[in-house]
Each structure stands twice: as structure tokens, then as C-alpha cells.
């Protein structure tokens, strides 16, 4: 969102920036899809592509739309032979968070309920006369798969299942206690019942997984699925090591997950958690501490099933890339960061790519860095840090989360540069000269066909505008004047690549350059300068994107689908852009102050299609919006998801009833 952690809870509520590699209707059939139109007797035609009809950007005239998800989209699919079928878009919910749904032990568990390090409930005391389960507001990343011989008892037909994390919760039930970065993430299983028949997905047992193990979770934000069929988690915006405990969030995240302050290291947050689900519908977690320890984001696999590019969700981010030394595993390999070079205008589509070369910050396996943390390595042990210039010739001046600082390292031994390369990741890269200078690196996807990335950057403000205080002015990434609306990067995807010091790179994924694909419009006073309302309070033009954040792609429908996180569009949007056409269409707004998450498309699962949705924190208004729509839409929203404390977990599916196209 805007600078800081906290503003950037409004993420977008994407609800399928995933895009759907069919058409919905309760769920598509892909088979049919693919094959199907004529009638039985009739050769089947083939799929062409598909379009999309726009939702029209939300009016105080209907406010009821501005208090829920809302599309009157339209997918068509088009046949090979000139024909085409329609499915209207709508959006089912799997639960609310805050409600009472079945576990897998067969009695009641709250959903998006926190847990402590014992699996115990930890209670919201806020208001003393009726205290309660702490539940999330903000679920986010999810995955939906399939598990060979798979049965869970309740399961009438197909047994599939969803994972699903929850990134924090914004306030107490006392609505004035600030909570965000203050519980431990929890993350689920859900066991859903597939109709063979229809596709549709219901909800039959849900499973808190165990996260003991892994020292509990850190605000866990996008997902993914891996190629090998596990939930790739994250943990954003790594609490500061060298930040007093009080300052950065560790003393109270420390007394709620272990009921005591001084237990939770900060060492142990910031690094990719993965989840294993197995056939009972529980799971397991491991917490890979190789890929650095930055504002891990959602991740993206490339096809190689070793290199792992990583959105870097902070102020002063920059482009990350781990290579595996073995496929599907994460468990030991290299990471790299980006040096920019060229003069790039990231704010207009049409500049030429900014040419990315690639520093080797250090290999490692997870166990040995897991090892440095449990054996008690102190900051102090790694660097040290100056917020004011020292003026010793020692030290080098850096740009790390917003702020000027000078570092040394302890020492110049392997063992300290390793420690310092995958504990004080943006640190460190900034110390060994990349362009740690993005603001807010958010989603990653792939396109595997033409061999291209895309990455969302939030806003294009502060450490990227040339003359900022917190601008490096040879970071190759310095624009002449701030757009806070952000926009889309798209990255060429190249093989035979060396890092800066000769050394080959083993992947043929590696982005080799970056230039704006799609970008989004402040709405500016006379001067040029101060974001100017509309008449609801949008400060981004709406039919342009605002914020991006969660991306998906998808490979049949040449669509990469764009979820918004936006402080400047009164209801966040989601988009389809098409990439051969360029054609960008509004697909659905969300509940007012909701940010779309948990986006993730699937292909065939069981013959049939889904865009997995989820969203946050509604009511979360931007501090613009006007005081007409806030009035007309607050107690909608409060009546529809728990008083404001509740969000739902679901998926875009068709309405008014199930699709299944017969081929």
C-alpha cells in the first residue's frame, strides 16, 4: 500500500487476479471446454479464447454493490467455428471468518480462529464482559488441490482440498486496539465435497495446522501452488532484528504465540513456510530459511521446478531470485538480487526494458541458517548498524525499509557474509550494491508460452522518484516524478545468464530485463502534484488499475488477471488483461475498504475450473472516501461480515447455477 506495513492492509481484494482457465459457473468443465459445443451428433468445436464483459465502476446509486463483492461480468467462450457460450460471474463463500465450522476431529472450530504455540485458542480480553477467540479479518493466500486416494468422512463426492492463511486482524473487538503483526498467523486445510456432477465446492471439515514446529507463523500473506502440489506460504514485512522489541511488534507477536515477551526471535520470521496436505485432510509445515529473509510475498515457481522468483513487499525492494540446487525442493540452493541499469520511466508504459544484471549474495541450505538462529546468533554477530553517519570510512551508507542507515560487517569471513546474506537479506543486498530501491514488489506470475514475467509494483513513490531522501541516485530504477497508483512490470525471461562475478547462473528462468506493461492514473489538483478526490473519494482514475498487487496468468486464456490493494480507488477492482489483444476489462468490485487475496486459478481439477477468492478487512476505508458513500455502505458491510470483523473465503464460480459442457 502506501509506506508503511500497516497502511498496507488494504490488499487487494483480488478476487481472482488468478486468472480462470475457463469459464465459471459454479465451475466449469476444462474437458469440455477445451472440446465441446455442438450436440452429440455434431463434431465438437474447439476453444479459440475467451472475453469478458466490464462491471461498471461502482456509483453511489446502487451502494448496496459498493458493500459486497460485485461483477455483472459476463465470460464468453469462444468456439473455433464461430460460436461462443456465456457464463455470468458470481462469487460463493465458503465461510465467513468468525464462524463455526466442522474440524476434522468432527466438533466446532472457529474459522480463522488464532492459536498459540500449545494449539490452544488465544482469547481477546478487549472487552471484559464478553471475551472471545481472536479471529482474522484478513485471509489471504490459497491453494486448491487434489490428493491421490484421498478420503475424508462427510465427502459425498470428489474429496479435494484447500489451504488457506490468515494474514493478521486489524482490530480488538474493542474496535480501538490496533492487532496487526501482534498474533501468529494461523493456516488451514479445508476439506471441500466436489459434485461430480456440477463441480460446485462446499466446505466439510476444516484443519488448523500445526505451526509449532516452524516457531509459529509472521504475517503470511500471498501463496501459490508449487509444480510438486504444495502451498507455498510467506511471511511479510521480517520484524527488525535490530529494532527494540516494543518498536517492531516482537513483544506482543512473542506474548500471544508463547505467553512470553522475550521468546520469539526475530530470526525466525520473514522466510517461505511450505505446507505438505495429506489424505486425511490435515497437514504439515516446514519453514525454508534459504530463499532470505525479506517481505516474502506471493512466489512463483518456474517451470524448471528450481527457480523460484519472489515478490519483496517493503519500501526499498528489489527483484529476488533463489535457484534450487534440486527440483522440487527448496530446501538448499542460491539466491540472487538485481542491479537495474539504463534510465527507465517505470510511470510510462512504451519506456524501454531497463537491462537487470544479477549479484550472487550466497548459497545455503535451510538447516544450516535454521542452525545459526537456534544456536543464538545475535544481530550484533552479523553487523552492525548506524542510523546517523559515523563518520568512519568503514562503513557504507545503504538504503534499507525507508530509511538511511551505515553498516560494517563483523568480519570479512564466509561464515558472516553468509549469516549477513540470508538474515539481513535487504540489508546486505543494498551493502553489495543492488537496486534495493522499489516500492512495495508485490505479486509474481509467469508466462510460461512467451517466456515472461509480470510483477506488481504498488505504488512508484519515495525511494523510486529521483531527489527522494531515500533515492539512490545509481539504483537504475530513479523516476522523474511519483505515481501512486503503481502499475504492472513485465520481464523477459532468459537462459545463459552470469552473475557479476562470471559465475553461470544454472536456470533458463532468469528475468533479464523489466519495462512497464500497464500502469494507472492519479487523479492530481492544478498543481500537478496533490492527489485531487472525485466526488467519492477515488484518487486514482477508476477504469485505469490502482495499486496492483495479487497477479495470476493464465495460459488457456492468455489473460493475466490483476487484483487491486489500493488507498486511492474506494473499492478495490479486479481486472482481465489480455495480453494478445491488450484489452483490459473491470471483472468485479469489492466490498468498500476490502483488498482482494487468496487468488489462485486452477486448471482442471477434476475435469472442472476454479479462481480461488478470498478478502479483507471491509470497512477499512480509505481517508478519502466521501462521507455520502461511507454512511450508505457501513452498515451493509457490518451486517453482512460480523460487525466488520469477519471476511469471507471462497471462490468466483457462475450464477445461477452450475455449468458443466459436455464434451
Known sequence: MSQSPVASRRRVLSLFAGAPMLPLASSLSYAGLLSACGGDDTPAAAFKSVTFSATPAPTLANPAAMATTYTTSVMSVNFDDGTKKDYKLAYQPFFITGDLVTSTSGGSILAGGYVDINNQPIIDRTVSASPRQFFSDSPDGTSLLKIDGAKVPGVKGNTVFAVVQFEYTTWAKD????????????????????????????????????????????????????????????????????????????????????????????????????????????????????????????????????????????????????????????????????????????????????????????????????????????????????????????????????????????????????????????????????????????????????????????NIQASMVAGNAVNVPDNGISVPKQLVAGGVMQLSLRGGQKDLDGNDIKSDWMPADSTPLLVGEDLLDTDGKTLKPDALGNTANPEKIANPDNLKFSETLRTLFIGEDSSQHVTNMLWAYNVDTKALTRLMTLPAGAESTGLHAVTDLNGWTYIMSNFQHAGDYTKTISADVKSAVDGLISASYHGKFGAAVGYLTGSPKAVKLVG
Open 175 to 458: 474496535g480501538k486496539t490496533d492487532m496487526y503483526g501482534k498474533l501468529p498467523s494461523p493456516i488451514a486445510v479445508l476439506t471441500l465435497d466436489q459434485d461430480p456432477d456440477t463441480g460446485r465446492l462446499a466446505l466439510v471439515k476444516y484443519h488448523n495446522v500445526d505451526t509449532s514446529s516452524v516457531n509459529g507463523l509472521w504475517i503470511t500473506c500471498g501463496a501459490s501452488l508449487s509444480p510438486w502440489n504444495t502451498h507455498l506460504s510467506s511471511e511479510e514485512y521480517e520484524p527488525d532484528a535490530f529494532a527494540e522489541r516494543s518498536k517492531n511488534n516482537m513483544n506482543d507477536f512473542s506474548t500471544n504465540l508463547y505467553g512470553d515477551a522475550t521468546k520469539a526471535n526475530p530470526y525466525n520470521y520473514g522466510h517461505l513456510p511450505e505446507v505438505t496436505v495429506n489424505a486425511d485432510g490435515t497437514g504439515s509445515i516446514k519453514k525454508h530459511y534459504c530463499l532470505g529473509r525479506i517481505s516474502h510475498e506471493l512466489v512463483q515457481v518456474m517451470p524448471d521446478n528450481r527457480t523460484v522468483f519472489m515478490g519483496d513487499d517493503a519500501t526499498n525492494s528489489g527483484y529476488f531470485v533463489f535457484v534450487a540446487d534440486k527440483e522440487k525442493d527448496l530446501s538448499s540452493g542460491t539466491l540472487y538480487v538485481a542491479k537495474v541499469g539504463g534510465t527507465t520511466d517505470f510511470t510510462k508504459v512504451g519506456s524501454p526494458a531497463a537491462p537487470l544484471s544479477w549479484i550472487k549474495l550466497g548459497s545455503a541450505t535451510s538447516a544450516e541458517i535454521r542452525a545459526l538462529v537456534d544456536g543464538g546468533i545475535r544481530p550484533a554477530d552479523i553487523m552492525t548498524v548506524a542510523s546517523k553517519d559515523p563518520q568512519d570510512a568503514t562503513y557504507k551508507r545503504i538504503v534499507a525499509n525507508g530509511k538511511v542507515e551505515w553498516i560494517k560487517l563483523k568480519d570479512d569471513t564466509a561464515q558472516t557474509r553468509k549469516a549477513a546474506a540470508f538474515l539481513e537479506t535487504h540489508r546486505y543486498a543494498a551493502y553489495m550494491g543492488a537496486s534495493m530501491g522499489f516500492t512495495k514488489m508485490e505479486g509474481t506470475t509467469v508466462n510460461i508460452k512467451d517466456k515472461k514475467a509480470y510483477s506488481a509494483l504498488q
